[in-house]
């Protein structure tokens, strides 16, 4: 079978890549950047990812240039872009500006890579450092107003470039272009979905080799997916699922899951109230980091336990989880990937019963849109797959925790923040907390930036996209959609996950969703955050985030901008609620923002 290589850099979107080629119907295979290339002759073509690494660092991670060589079509994504061009005897320098998000580019070249494209393109950038000098051979491609090497080119090769992202949803004809790459490597379009599926259930009975599963269920798409392709696979008889209710749920939502699964035939589910030893264990904790973990490692003992309770003989049944790709690559979990946020289903004691064989991850190598994909194919109800998706920590990493400490502001960060959305016509503070972003495939840790001013959706995006972009202490904008007097600032105060505070954040968060059923727009937006900021206002009332986004694999979100009537709906409801004060709204796509704030 013609199978396209793609050199893992340690790439947030490595393994997209090669899903995406996949549904072009080609096999495609994750190899180790460091494989010789004699190892690489047998495929035909070649991806090198991108990767949280700049080519000007010394100790970076490298291919044999004799890649090069081969004869075999190469195509350099933005790291791998950059590294292609560096090993060739280009040149790589630190870009003026960084982009990160939707870009324009002009093509200026025909090439077959963008056939069948019109010159003036929309991509998705992330990148700091630029291709400033092309190696001998190579012609540019097509520029965007920040990066004249956007793509590049020899032809006589077959050699390619990419600053930006073909393989995200974000780059709207991104799998033109991959599609033409594969036209340029002469591949036979072999691969399906069907012999992915059929792969999928034989690898299910080979890991379980005879025993049972008892899988965590959260109520979320991917572990409820999970759930009916176990029960299809092994059969219910031989697959538990447990609920465990936190304490970090949503309104109602245990409930809720085990009413809604059983009235569609899953009555081999069952719940497990552990709400007072997670927020006993996490009475103290502020950081979130640390929170993932002892979330994760309670995960496993409240399993256990149920295990024992139950009388089942351990050695015979297996842990089985929903995990999804993202989980993995944002965890650290390939060579040279940076580490964006630790997932509960990562935590080193999973990682150990992962060593051992003793965890079953049917979606493991899955994407959302793929999971989504799957229930269908089995046969779930609408509404079930459709859901937002929801965290396995729950509200844990959506109410955020101080221990009361001042997070200084710079003054350079604030200043700059302040002049660049002065000149789009915006008002500026930056805010003394932090939260989590991904800026070239690398973790950032920095503070959100509030900005006031006119409610126009696309000068928002333009002043969320300039800030972040030039600002290297703000990953994150937000925008002010009900403030009272920002002029007077904001003071962290000590919050940690009381039930007070879990409480009232679950009344904001089901406000929203009421807000969204009612205006029809819950099936427009992907998912939707709500978050508690340990910051209060000059009423000494904490503040709140909307995060609606747009995306399908998670990997990249837009924001995605509401209805005048959902968003009053939401502000009336927030002033009814006791400790709700300022109302932002996050206008940050991801990359540079994640789609949760910690």
Same mark, same amino acid.
């Given at each position: ?22 549904? !072009?119907?080609?096999?495609?295979? +994750? ?150 790459? +594969? ?20 690898? +299910? ?40 209710? #936190? ?5 109602? @939502? ?26 006993? #264990? ?11 973990? +002892? ?154 930036? !509030? ?6 959706? @696309? ?86 985030? !909307? ?52």
């Amino acid at each position: 079978m013609d199978t396209i290589a793609v050199l893992d850099f340690g790439g947030q979107y490595t393994h997209l890549i090669a899903n995406r080629i996949r549904r !072009l119907g080609v096999f495609s295979e +994750i190899v180790p950047c460091h494989a010789p290339a004699s190892d690489l002759r047998p495929f035909k073509g070649i991806i090198l990812s991108g990767g949280p690494y700049s080519v000007l660092d010394p100790g970076s991670p490298t291919v044999e240039a004799e890649v090069f060589t081969l004869g075999i079509p190469v195509l350099g994504l933005c790291y791998g872009h950059q590294l292609m061009a560096s090993l060739l005897g280009g040149g790589v320098c630190k870009g003026k500006v960084r982009e990160y998000g939707t870009a324009r580019i002009a093509i200026t070249e025909e090439s077959a890579l963008f056939a069948g494209l019109d010159t003036d393109q929309v991509v998705w950038m992330s990148h700091g450092d630029t291709v400033d000098r092309l190696p001998e051979g190579f012609a540019v491609l097509a520029s965007s107003e920040d990066c004249s090497t956007a793509a590049v080119g020899d032809a006589s090769r077959r050699l390619y470039g990419l600053q930006f992202h073909p393989e995200v949803t974000h780059t709207p004809n991104g799998m033109t272009i991959l599609d033409n790459f +594969i036209g340029i490597c002469g591949c036979r379009r072999e691969w399906s979905a069907e012999f992915f599926l059929k792969e999928m259930t034989a690898g +299910i009975e080979k890991q379980c080799n005879g025993r049972n599963v008892f899988l965590l269920v959260s109520g979320g798409v991917d572990s409820t997916v999970a759930f009916a392709l176990l029960n299809e696979t092994l059969g219910p008889e031989r697959v538990l699922g447990l609920h465990i209710d #936190t304490g970090l749920m949503r309104l109602d @939502e245990s409930d809720d899951i085990l009413a809604y699964l059983r009235e569609h035939g899953f009555n081999n589910l069952h719940i497990v109230d552990a709400s007072r030893r997670f927020l006993a #264990t996490l009475g103290n904790i502020a950081d979130p980091e640390e929170k993932r973990a +002892i979330i994760g490692k309670l995960f496993i003992e409240v399993q256990q336990a149920a295990l024992a309770e139950r009388g089942l003989n351990a050695e015979k049944w297996m842990l089985g989880q929903g995990t999804i790709y993202p989980d993995t690559i944002e965890s650290a979990g390939t060579e040279h990937a940076d580490r964006i946020k630790t997932h509960h289903n990562r935590v080193d004691i999973i990682l150990e019963l992962l060593r051992k064989g003793l965890v079953l991850e049917p979606l493991s190598q899955l994407y959302k849109d793929e999971v989504r994909a799957l229930g269908e194919e089995l046969g779930l109800p609408h509404k079930l797959v459709w859901r937002h998706p929801f965290p396995g920590p729950g509200l844990g990493v959506r109410a955020l925790c101080s221990d009361g400490a001042h997070q200084p502001v710079d003054s350079s960060v604030e200043d700059q923040t302040v002049r660049l959305a002065g000149a789009l016509g915006y008002a500026a503070r930056v805010l003394p907390v932090h939260s989590v972003g991904v800026q070239g495939d690398g973790r950032t840790y920095a503070h959100p930036a !509030l900005v006031t001013g006119p409610r126009d959706w @696309e000068a928002l995006e333009r002043v969320s996209t300039r800030i972040t972009n030039a600002v290297r202490g703000v990953n994150r904008v937000v925008y002010g959609l009900r403030v009272k007097k920002p002029e007077d600032g904001y003071r962290v105060e000590k919050a940690f996950l009381t039930r007070d505070r879990l409480d009232k954040l679950r009344k904001i968060d089901h406000a929203v969703t009421e807000a969204l059923y009612a205006s029809e727009e819950y099936d427009a937006v992907w998912q939707m955050p709500v978050v508690l900021l340990p910051l209060v206002n000059c009423d000494n009332e904490e503040c709140v985030v !909307l995060r609606p986004i747009m995306s399908q694999e998670a990997m990249t979100a837009r924001f995605a901008p509401l209805s005048e009537p959902a968003l009053n709906a939401i502000i009336e409801s927030a002033r009814a609620i006791d400790g709700v004060g300022d109302v932002f709204f996050d206008v940050t796509h991801k990359p540079p923002g994640t789609i949760e704030w910690e």
